[in-house]
């Protein structure tokens, strides 16, 4: 239901403001499963792809998502169902890993497209970084479906990072490419040098849809990278502003103690003052 609804109202509203363009639909099959790995530029992301194909694509999302209490958590939950997002637990690396991968599975046995962005998360600064290894290889491998490389463009200017309102009159893009066969490497799926040339494989793809720089570190590293760097920005700012201010409280005191100085040497001498005696 809330799918539907997300397809009657949100989709409609999206083209109004913001008139998307989309090329290479065709290469998503009318039927049966498929693996859609897209770049993550903006929560946005979350909004156009969905909306704008025509069939229903699942992604799979945190179970915090869909289990934090209070309207704004049932508000969030709502979302996120109708954007088609799958919850999955995280508690634990291994756990979340293997927990994705069941869910995967499961929506591609049914014939429908699962959707997965192969950095992890969301780019820190409209680069592509390099896809996680495990996930997407294996479910490709694991299940034979093609994966399709997709290609969100401009949709961290819509919405960039941090910020909740969009930005109107920007027009952003979702370019598809065609289905990628990983059949030659059936049965493979625990050898992790396979994985990686898989996914490298598709992130190479989604770097030439979306004319990307790419940047050869997973993008929660280069977050960690970015945070630092603000980190040191900011406490070196904070010292060149209290030298600033020690400088100017030094020299205003300078300043007063001259002027002090000054005023002294030029008063006239103390008339009350008693004059020394004369000796005879």
Do not use: C
Not at 57 to 80: C, D, M, R
Request: hydrophobic share 40%; aromatic share 8%; proline share 6%.
């Amino acid at each position: 239901m809330f799918y539907r609804l997300m397809k009657l109202i949100v989709a409609p509203l999206l083209r109004i403001f913001f008139r998307p363009w989309m090329e290479g639909e065709e290469n998503i099959p009318d039927e049966g499963a498929a693996i859609i790995a897209s770049n993550h530029l903006s929560f946005s992301d979350s909004f156009f792809f969905p909306a704008l194909i025509k069939r229903r694509v699942t992604f799979i999302a945190k179970a915090e998502y869909f289990n934090t209490p209070g309207l704004k958590g049932k508000l969030t939950a709502a979302f996120f169902k109708g954007v088609g997002q799958l919850p999955v637990d995280r508690s634990g690396v291994r756990g979340a890993g293997e927990a994705a991968i069941r869910s995967a599975v499961a929506v591609i046995e049914r014939g429908e497209l699962f959707g997965v962005y192969p950095e992890g998360t969301r780019s820190p600064d409209g680069k592509l970084y390099r896809g996680k290894v495990g996930g997407l290889a294996r479910v490709a491998l694991q299940t034979g479906a093609p994966v399709i490389p997709v290609a969100m463009i401009d949709t961290e200017k819509v919405q960039p990072p941090g910020q909740v309102v969009p930005n109107f009159g920007i027009r952003p893009g979702i370019r598809i490419g065609r289905p990628l066969d990983f059949s030659r490497y059936q049965g493979m799926e625990n050898d992790r040098f396979i994985l990686r040339s898989v996914t490298d494989e598709v992130m190479y793809e989604i770097m030439r849809l979306s004319g990307q720089e790419y940047v050869d570190i997973y993008a929660t590293a280069a977050k960690r990278q970015l945070t630092d760097d603000k980190k040191r920005a900011d406490a070196e700012r904070r010292a060149v502003q209290r030298a600033e201010k020690a400088a100017e409280k030094a020299t205003r005191e300078a300043a007063e103690a001259a002027a002090a100085e000054a005023a002294a040497a030029d008063a006239p001498a103390d008339l009350d003052k008693p004059e020394k005696d004369q000796q005879d």
